[in-house]
Antibody, heavy 117, light 114 residues
Framework: EVQLVESGGGLVQPGGSLRLSCAASGFTFSSYAMNWVRQAPGKGLEWVSYISSTSTTMYYADSVKGRFTISRDNAKNSLYLQMNSLRAEDTAVYYC??????????WGQGTLVTVSS | DIVMTQSPEYLAVSLGERATINCKSSQSVLYSSNNKNYLAWYQQKPGQPPKLLVYWASTRESGVPDRFSGSGSGTDFTLTISSLQAEDVAVYYCQQYYSTPPWTFGQGTKLEIK
């Protein structure tokens, strides 16, 4: 069964940092690009970042560019999102999603990031 | 950036009746080289992550019931549920994946039982 499990969310103060992880199983992780998508409480979906299968290409939403860094470790079947200089507006559930390609399937259950003092 | 606009934002339909959700993109998402529309539909039930329903605007994902269908081309798209079931209560999102990012979503349509 294809499975994605996020971890690393929590409460952080404005200006702080957090590193999210996504553990993949049930498929050949190294063959797929991956994405992070977030959803603020009660709001819609916002694509955040993309990384190609070999980490040669990364993209970011303008809202996180320069603050967030996506990475992956194919040997560990893991995807990461390093989030620095966090703001209140970054509060959201963060999902990792496999790029199938160019459509997202499946999605993990998500991890909640709350930025508040 | 391509802006995706869904309508309506809220929809109430009786069980067994047809539900229709619209999605309009601010520019065409039809790739002329392969004649494919770079548009997907997702279903998100309360407390769950989104689930892929349809891609290339009209190709149903494996395992998705055939009461779900996608149509449209260029800038105007529709997701139709032919006979609404209780388990279809959810928020539905369209998403474009045309060209390079950002890949954008519609604001969502909340579907309820009348």
């Amino acid at each position: 069964e294809v499975q994605l499990v996020e971890s690393g969310g929590g409460l952080v103060q404005p200006g702080g940092s957090l590193r999210l992880s996504c553990a993949a199983s049930g498929f050949t992780f190294s063959s797929y690009a991956m994405n992070w998508v977030r959803q603020a409480p009660g709001k819609g979906l916002e694509w955040v970042s993309y990384i190609s299968s070999t980490s040669t290409t990364m993209y970011y939403a303008d809202s996180v560019k320069g603050r967030f860094t996506i990475s992956r470790d194919n040997a560990k079947n893991s995807l990461y999102l390093q989030m620095n200089s966090l703001r209140a507006e970054d509060t959201a559930v963060y999902y990792c999603a496999r790029d199938k390609p160019l459509r997202f399937d499946p999605w993990g259950q998500g991890t909640l990031v709350t930025v508040s003092s | 950036d391509i802006v995706m606009t869904q309508s309506p934002e809220y929809l109430a339909v009786s069980l067994g009746e047809r539900a229709t959700i619209n999605c309009k993109s601010s520019q065409s998402v039809l790739y002329s080289s392969n004649n494919k529309n770079y548009l997907a539909w997702y279903q998100q039930k309360p407390g769950q992550p989104p689930k892929l329903l349809v891609y290339w605007a009209s190709t149903r994902e494996s395992g998705v019931p055939d009461r779900f269908s996608g149509s449209g081309s260029g800038t105007d798209f529709t997701l139709t549920i032919s006979s609404l079931q209780a388990e279809d209560v959810a928020v539905y999102y369209c998403q474009q994946y045309y060209s390079t990012p950002p890949w954008t979503f519609g604001q969502g349509t909340k579907l309820e039982i009348k």
